[in-house]
């Protein structure tokens, strides 16, 4: 069987995951990613020993991010978060956090009436069939199934947390009821050492596999055929002009857009795309002040906390890792670090005087784009294949019918695989009489 010749522009864990997948299958894979390291926005940094990841990172147990890393042989390895000591916070204090039964019945976010409407959603929440929500947006479906504000608000939360969405006018219900659907069923694991040794493992098997790597090393465009049609390799920033069969580009809309000039489609889809943005504070703290408080989720505001370090291994010992995050979208665009701190204020008192190292981060692209309720939902999003251009293909957070955030970057890497290794089989069974 001739070896397809790819090009993947795009090193972080959608680009490495589908040049890893390709490579096993036979193909001829070269990487190229413009940094000087691999992982993208799945890189994690290490301050004074703690881990930081770009945010709160999250690996859905029931998603297919770790079911593709699976295939691969990476074996995740982390904890779920911590049962105990969670926090709905409202109004700048806190309040239990209603995660089952008994929490939902003494919690005082919700009204006896409040708890009826929540308890009931959350009862049949598995059986709630997503297919006819993909052009409802969240804010509908909210209403439509809850009447009361408080419920909403609640199971709104809920939904941030899930899809790191808080543009609930524009998230497609259909991608906000699977997530909560995957959060409810098996949870998420913070993963020890973080993001990168999910890259690093990644990485590993590429190369195991053949990949060839070029970092430092920005693609500028696509060379079509003539006629504009198809592929016939890639152009890199120093002018050389590299030969493929297929090129699988795995960077942000705009980034796909801008490596094929002048194509109206994508270009629309780069200006049409909606991005979930999010305000992040890192803290590497000495101890916890409050050891027994690891999460607060804003019921009444876009905000989040957690101890990832109670669950994995993120801090040096005795000490702690923690996530604070503002969701973007919507009215709120903005975030100044007060209002960050303001959380902590809330969850652990004292923190200040138990800082190693911190970070903030004004707006962190999250996903370069949601599924939108006017676009019919997961369905409506970009497909992996470039209809227009053959050999184009395309692998993101933003791409394919399957997922969200990293679920989606590693399904459309799936897909990616399954398209091409196919083709290259076809003309192997055809020559075989198949
Ligand atoms: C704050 C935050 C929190 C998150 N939390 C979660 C979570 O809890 N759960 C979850 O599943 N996901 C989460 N995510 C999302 C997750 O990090 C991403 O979905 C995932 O890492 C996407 O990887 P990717 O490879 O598709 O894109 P990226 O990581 O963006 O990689 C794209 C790569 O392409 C390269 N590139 C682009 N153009 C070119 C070019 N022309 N030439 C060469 N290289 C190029 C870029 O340099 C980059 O390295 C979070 C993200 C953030 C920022």
Known sequence: MQAMKVAVVGGGLGGLTAAA??????????????SKHLGGRARTTEVEGFRFNLGPHALYR??????????????????????????ALRAGRLHTLPR???????????????KLEVAKLLAGLARIDTGPLGPVST????????????????????????????????????????????????????????????????????????????????????????GGTRVEGVRLADGTVRGADAVVLA?????????????????????????????????????????????????????????????AKLAPEGGAMVHVA???????????????????????????????????????TVSAGLPRAMNGGLAGRPSVEVPHLGGLFRVGDWVGAEGMLADASLASAEAVEHALLQRMAAPQRRAAGA
């Not at 997948?21 to 413009?34: Q, S």
């Not at 490596?259 to 000495?286: F, K, M, N, Y």
């Not at 409050?290 to 019921?299: I, N, T």
């Open 139 to 226: 804010r509908q479906w909210l209403e439509t199934r809850l009447t009361r504000k408080d419920s909403q608000a609640f199971i709104a939360a809920l939904v941030r947390v899930a899809s790191y969405c808080a543009d609930l006018d524009v998230l497609s219900a259909e991608a906000a009821v699977k997530q909560l659907q995957a959060a409810t069923a098996a949870n998420v694991l913070y993963v020890d050492g973080g993001w990168s040794t999910l890259v690093d493992a990644v990485e590993r098997l590429g190369r195991e596999a053949g990949v060839r790597l070029e970092l430092s090393t920005r693609v500028e465009a696509v060379v079509l055929q003539a």
């Open 62 to 87: 029931a998603g297919a991010a770790l079911r593709v890393l699976e295939r691969l042989g990476v074996k995740p390895q982390g904890g779920v978060p911590v049962p105990t000591g969670s926090h």
């Open 326 to 364: 503002k969701y973007l979208g919507g009215a709120d665009t903005e975030c100044r670090e007060a209002e960050l701190e303001a959380v902590m204020d809330a969850l652990q008192p004292g923190w200040r005087a138990k800082v190693v190292a911190r970070r903030f981060r004004p707006s962190l």
């Open 251 to 311: 960077g942000s809309p705009a980034d796909v857009a801008a490596l094929v000039p002048g194509d109206a489609v994508l270009a629309r889809e780069a200006r049409e795309a909606v991005p979930i943005q999010a305000a992040t504070l890192e803290l590497g703290l000495s101890a916890l002040p409050r050891p027994d408080a690891f999460f607060a989720l804003g019921v009444d505001g876009p905000w989040y906390a957690s101890v990832h370090s109670a669950s």
């Open 21 to 34: 997948l390709l490579a096993r299958g036979g193909c001829e894979v070269t990487l190229y990613e413009r």
């Open 100 to 114: 089952g039964p008994v929490t939902l019945m003494t919690t005082d976010v919700l009204s006896l009436a409040g």
